[in-house]
């Protein structure tokens, strides 16, 4: 029998796969799947293919059962919730905007079930992402781009450690996702054509302001004034948790013409519209950072930056600023710079590191 790995089956095509490639490769494959937001109806789940319910739960079941792998369900509520939701609700109330899914990979799919993997004697666990790694000359562990663009997940991955990449498998990252279809077709898996996990699983209305209203045990933002860049109040706005940099629809307010977020105040409770044009940044700064690829970063480095997932990305000069910050200085200036989005740095095909935007 080959080494153990633990394959993280949220019940979905990419994952399932995972798990049959790993064991064509000779790995002792054991499938787990994380309860971690389980408490919405079946039909919702349903609806929005989410990825942590417990229709998630049967489908990867019986994936497993085709597959003849063993199948655990491990509770990871408690953490979720520390790590990810509560994390997400304290961002938007303090003005930021979050990648909840980022969190969620560190601490949970990683943190969380690498230490339970090892105490049952796995040496590795796995995933269905779309990336790869690779242990550079430098003997660091790097996360490095899919053959896939429009797939690739690797900026959701910039804030593993190097002793979760060690000990850390992506077998499709060398496949597109046409493919990883066809491969589940023909091994005759349920969830062949099952539809792909909506962005944030435990929000399936994507309604982020009423979820925080009903979830968070932090005071709510009230509602307060639409400003100018120079405090010239032009109306009033719902609370901030409803806002994000950039956001020209939605805004509930009409100047003749378009207008766009482009600074949330949360000390003042503000909101600072402008012109398209006042989007538009040469800097920025971001803080807890981890780095991957690189070590470290001495004196001024040339990387490509992502500052969302959806960013085909910047060429930017990066300088280390503080202990913990660095400034990037971007070539061109790029669009809705958003606090609380994930800053991630790339060296070639490879993540260098990142950091979240002051």
């Not at 509560?86 to 003005?95: I, P, R």
């Not at 699983?201 to 005071?219: G, L, N, T, V």
Request: hydrophobic content about 35%.
């Amino acid at each position: 029998m080959g080494k153990k790995v633990v394959v993280g089956m949220s019940g979905g095509v990419d994952s399932s796969v995972a798990a049959y490639l790993l064991k064509e490769q000779g790995y002792d494959v054991i499938g787990v799947t994380m309860q971690i937001w389980q408490d919405e109806d079946t039909a919702v789940q349903e609806e929005n293919g989410g990825c942590c319910g417990l229709s998630a739960v049967e489908d990867a079941r019986r994936v497993a059962r085709k597959l003849n792998i063993p199948h655990y369900v491990m509770n990871f509520k408690r953490v979720f919730r520390e790590k990810v939701i509560d994390y997400f609700m304290k961002e938007y109330v303090d003005g930021k905007t979050p990648n909840p899914c980022i969190a969620c990979n560190r601490f949970v799919k990683w943190e969380a079930l690498l230490h339970r993997s090892l105490q049952i004697g796995a040496e590795y666990i796995a995933t269905g992402h779309y990336a790869n790694i690779e242990q550079l000359q430098n003997g660091r562990y790097a996360v490095k781009t899919s053959v896939t663009a429009e797939k690739d997940q690797t900026y959701a991955l910039y804030n593993l450690t190097q002793e979760q990449l060690a000990h850390t498998l992506m077998p499709i990252g060398a496949y597109r996702k046409e493919e990883i279809r066809t491969i589940a077709e023909q091994i005759g898996l349920s969830v062949a054509h099952k539809r792909d996990s909506q962005e944030i699983c435990f929000i399936p209305d994507h309604d982020y302001a009423a979820f925080i209203d009903r979830e968070s045990k932090e005071q709510i933002p009230p509602p307060g004034n639409f400003v100018l860049k120079d405090g010239t109040i032009v109306g009033e706005h719902k609370g901030i948790t409803h806002y994000t940099v950039g956001q020209r629809k939605g805004l509930g307010i009409a100047l003749g013409h378009p207008v766009f977020v482009t600074e949330i105040r949360p000390k003042t409770n503000e909101v600072v519209l402008g012109e398209d044009r006042d989007v538009y940044t040469e800097e920025l700064f971001a803080d807890r950072l981890n780095f991957m690829a690189l070590e470290e970063i001495r004196g001024e480095v040339e990387l490509l930056a992502k500052i969302r997932y959806s960013d085909a990305g910047s060429l930017c000069r990066v300088t280390r600023t503080g202990e913990d910050e660095i400034h990037c200085r971007f070539f061109k200036p790029v669009r809705a710079v958003t606090p609380g989005q994930a800053l991630v740095l790339y060296d070639g095909a490879y993540v260098a590191g990142g950091g979240i935007i002051r």
